[in-house]
């Protein structure tokens, strides 16, 4: 059956969720893409989007979300939509095209708490928690009710596709999709088959994939894949590098400096316990657990995300994106007070004076420091950077010595994920990085 074909009838699990809504609004955006270049409108009748959630609120106001986002997708490719509806004499202005098109689409979705309406489905994504055992359970239930033998397309960030497909009894009908977060926004998607995942299967998630404008990486079926293959070693190094200034400065100082060497001295869009937030420490704590299950020679795990836990701090986003307080707490997704785990509340930047401290402890930034926000789309980014880490590498402060021992970390992570052949190159490793965690360079270079 033919992409085509199957988007006729897609049904997507955990759809109102953060990346579930996201990824709600991508297919969508394709599917009434499609129908109108079949049918030169999108009201065939021959297109049913199911978006299922057991969140009844956040389900309700999904639709709201995905007409402005159809708005947004329809003016974005009028070109496409004048060619396609071309054959169709009452539509003739722009204007009256995108209201067909964002009417139409919604007119294709069906909102639902219950898994049975994902029951014709060819194509069922999966956007919910990342638990093992709740998967599992998710798959077996949509296998059961399922009438299609449809493809099954998981976002799971760190669980082995294969064991999903065998606890499952999927035979090889699901498909490793990750998207990043937000999904409507991230260019990339990290491709995983299975060890028995069909063929098929994979060529089509790979044309759907281009169908959407992603970046598609392929990667194999080991436990974090490449992005958090190297994100999760990433942040054990930054936890190891806690410990060591712990020795010398206040636990608060150690976590703020560590923060950030890996922003500002390594010029990144934010320092890794920053981006421990936005991820949720919950989830990390998930995505070690997966990791420790299945990878030999290696323990992720670390007293830090265990005890922030332990004192009920999580992070993450609430469902809008904007920032819950974690390790740092927010203000307009700034941060401005990092948490003190001995005194069990926030320290204030503005009150401890603790930036100015640590700023003093890890000395001054290279002269030729430019932040990650003119970097990223600076036209001579490339010799600015190589500028930047020759004198970077040449220094001897603090901040400095320990972005140097940062830096050729992650250099060799990314090496250890070609060499085990969970990527299958070095090139794909920085792609991950550039794409799916904004960085300005990948760890591989020639930069040092």
Same mark, same amino acid.
């Given at each position: 059956?033919?992409?085509?074909?199957?988007?006729?009838?897609?049904?997507?699990?955990?759809?109102?969720?953060?990346?579930?809504?996201?990824?709600?609004?991508?297919?969508?955006?394709?599917?009434?893409?499609?129908?109108?270049?079949?049918?030169?409108?999108?009201?065939?009748?021959?297109?049913?989007?199911?978006?299922?959630?057991?969140?009844?609120?956040?389900?309700?106001?999904?639709?709201?979300?995905?007409?402005?986002?159809?708005?947004?997708?329809?003016?974005?490719?009028?070109?496409?939509?004048?060619?396609?509806?071309?054959?169709?004499?009452?539509?003739?202005?722009?204007?009256?095209?995108?209201?067909?098109?964002?009417?139409?689409?919604?007119?294709?979705?069906?909102?639902?708490?219950?898994?049975?309406?994902?029951?014709?489905?060819?194509?069922?994504?999966?956007?919910?928690?990342?638990?093992?055992?709740?998967?599992?359970? %998710?798959? $077996? *239930?949509? &296998?059961?009710?399922?009438?299609?033998?449809? =493809?099954? @397309?998981? /976002?799971?960030?760190?669980?082995?596709?294969?064991? %999903?497909? $065998? *606890?499952? &009894?999927?035979?090889?009908?699901?498909?490793? =999709?990750? @998207?990043? /977060?937000?999904?409507?926004?991230?260019?990339?998607?990290?491709?995983?088959?299975? &060890?028995?995942?069909?063929?098929?299967?994979?060529?089509?998630?790979?044309?759907?994939?281009?169908?959407?404008?992603?970046?598609?990486?392929?990667?194999?079926?080991?436990?974090?894949?490449?992005?958090?293959?190297?994100?999760?070693?990433?942040?054990?190094?930054?936890?190891?590098?806690?410990?060591?200034?712990?020795?010398?400065?206040?636990?608060?100082?150690?976590?703020?400096?560590?923060?950030?060497?890996?922003?500002?001295?390594?010029?990144?869009?934010?320092?890794?316990?920053?981006?421990?937030?936005?991820?949720?420490?919950?989830?990390?704590?998930?995505?070690?657990?997966?990791?420790?299950?299945?990878?030999?020679?290696?323990?992720?795990?670390?007293?830090?995300?265990?005890?922030?836990?332990?004192?009920?701090?999580?992070?993450?986003?609430?469902?809008?994106?904007?920032?819950?307080?974690?390790?740092?707490?927010?203000?307009?997704?700034?941060?401005?007070?990092?948490?003190?785990?001995?005194?069990?509340?926030?320290?204030?930047?503005?009150?401890?004076?603790?930036?100015?401290?640590?700023?003093?402890?890890?000395?001054?930034?290279?002269?030729?420091?430019?932040?990650?926000?003119?970097?990223?789309?600076?036209?001579?980014?490339?010799?600015?950077?190589?500028?930047?880490?020759?004198?970077?590498?040449?220094?001897?402060?603090?901040?400095?010595?320990?972005?140097?021992?940062?830096?050729?970390?992650?250099?060799?992570?990314?090496?250890?994920?070609?060499?085990?052949?969970?990527?299958?190159?070095?090139?794909?490793?920085?792609?991950?990085?550039?794409?799916?965690?904004?960085?300005?360079?990948?760890?591989?270079?020639?930069?040092?």
């Amino acid at each position: 059956m033919k992409l085509d074909e199957r988007l006729q009838n897609v049904a997507i699990i955990g759809a109102a969720g953060k990346m579930g809504k996201g990824i709600s609004s991508l297919i969508l955006s394709e599917m009434a893409l499609t129908e109108v270049r079949l049918h030169a409108k999108t009201h065939s009748g021959n297109f049913q989007l199911h978006l299922i959630d057991t969140n009844e609120a956040l389900l309700a106001s999904l639709s709201l979300y995905l007409r402005k986002e159809l708005g947004s997708y329809a003016e974005k490719n009028i070109q496409k939509l004048r060619k396609y509806y071309s054959s169709n004499p009452n539509l003739i202005d722009n204007g009256e095209m995108i209201e067909d098109f964002v009417d139409g689409g919604l007119s294709l979705v069906r909102l639902s708490t219950l898994l049975e309406s994902a029951k014709n489905a060819f194509m069922i994504f999966e956007a919910i928690v990342e638990d093992e055992s709740i998967k599992q359970n %998710l798959f $077996k *239930e949509l &296998k059961k009710l399922s009438v299609k033998k449809p =493809y099954f @397309f998981t /976002n799971t960030s760190s669980i082995p596709i294969h064991v %999903l497909d $065998k *606890e499952a &009894k999927l035979e090889g009908h699901i498909l490793g =999709y990750h @998207f990043y /977060n937000p999904p409507v926004v991230q260019k990339l998607i990290e491709i995983i088959p299975g &060890k028995s995942t069909h063929k098929e299967l994979v060529d089509l998630g790979n044309e759907l994939g281009k169908r959407l404008g992603k970046i598609m990486i392929p990667s194999s079926d080991a436990p974090g894949f490449i992005g958090n293959g190297h994100f999760m070693r990433d942040i054990l190094f930054g936890c190891a590098l806690v410990d060591e200034l712990n020795k010398e400065v206040k636990l608060e100082e150690a976590l703020l400096m560590v923060n950030t060497i890996s922003e500002s001295f390594m010029i990144r869009p934010m320092g890794i316990f920053q981006l421990i937030d936005y991820v949720g420490i919950d989830v990390v704590h998930k995505i070690f657990t997966v990791m420790n299950t299945y990878t030999t020679g290696e323990t992720f795990a670390h007293d830090l995300i265990t005890n922030f836990l332990t004192a009920k701090i999580y992070g993450g986003q609430d469902i809008h994106g904007a920032q819950k307080d974690g390790i740092f707490k927010y203000e307009k997704g700034k941060p401005i007070a990092i948490f003190s785990l001995e005194k069990k509340s926030y320290v204030f930047f503005a009150e401890e004076d603790i930036v100015r401290t640590c700023q003093e402890k890890l000395g001054i930034l290279p002269s030729a420091h430019i932040p990650w926000k003119v970097f990223i789309n600076d036209k001579n980014k490339h010799e600015k950077l190589k500028k930047y880490f020759s004198e970077l590498f040449s220094m001897k402060t603090l901040g400095a010595l320990c972005a140097q021992k940062y830096l050729l970390k992650s250099k060799a992570i990314a090496k250890k994920l070609v060499e085990t052949n969970v990527a299958d190159s070095l090139d794909d490793v920085n792609t991950v990085l550039e794409h799916g965690f904004f960085h300005a360079y990948g760890p591989s270079n020639d930069y040092y």
